[in-house]
């Protein structure tokens, strides 16, 4: 694993509460660590190889990513666009990598506005389908664009039908053929039913990749969370080791967040705050309990706050979890009757 960011040292705090302004600044610092995890590595290299073979390819790949929310997707393309990022020469701007997001219940001219937007356009909401579609191939020359990415591409399924919005999905396979560039594509796996409704678009986009959340069932599984929480603790903004890798306190991580970086690194945000307010120098289970209190998820309503029990064990936590929400349903289900 590879942490992308600079250590930085953090003073003391020597039990008092720190001012606004340094409670900004780790606050801050934890936001913006970034641990390339195997998984992450795996598909970042992907999109690195993709853009580098491009500048010869005959015909450039397209590329999937899909994976749940918090698992990293847009950090990931975020952080490659920022490597290759913007530069305004003489007569144009470069743009090597163009990343967009899907606006929800796309039309094809929705996208391509959007894209027009991003891009600079000032003209972006003006002109036909074919004009703006003619437009984002000129800028793709003047502006030296090398790759395309398309985020949020579950919003080419209206939410309230279920339904493949097949206009849009057809335009953004013609667009893919006749762009001449590698265009990524990223997602949540409900994704999928785009590429089963649409089997050109599918051939097109043969390569897919998922970004999935941890796990922690074989040994294995649980020395690679711990190692990411390692990671993580290394950087973290205080002089002293959290030890959040410890195994019993890495399982109970595991619990609020299933294995999901977003909802550890809100932990972490969360528990920094009330750590630098105390003038605490690391994050301890308190700490722990605390931060988990400010956290709401509406999808897990039943969980248990693991760092308040004398006694976790992670197995009898998520079945008890399952349990509370069968008996739920099934009260649900029967009210209905």
Known sequence: MET???????GSLKGKGASLEELSKRENHVKKIIIRHPRYQEIFNELRLLYELSKDAVSPEGLFISGPTGAGKTTLLTEFKDLNPRTQEEEFTKIPVLYVKVPPKATPKMLASKILHVIGDIFHDRGTLSNLTSRIHNYVKRCQIKMIVLDEFQHLIDSETDHVLATASNWVKTFAEEIEIPVVLCGMPESEKVFI?????DRRFCNKLALTPFSYVEPEDQFMFRKFLAHIDEELPFPERSNIADSHIAEKLFYVSLGIPFYVMEMLVKGTR??????????DEEVLSQAFQKIKRSGRPFTINPFSVPYFDLDKAIKHEQSAIKVYEEKKRKKKK
């Open 197 to 201: 409704s649409n089997e050109q678009l």
């Open 274 to 283: 009330i750590a630098v307010l105390r003038g605490k120098d690391f994050i």
């Open 4 to 10: 992308i960011m600079q250590a930085s040292e953090f």
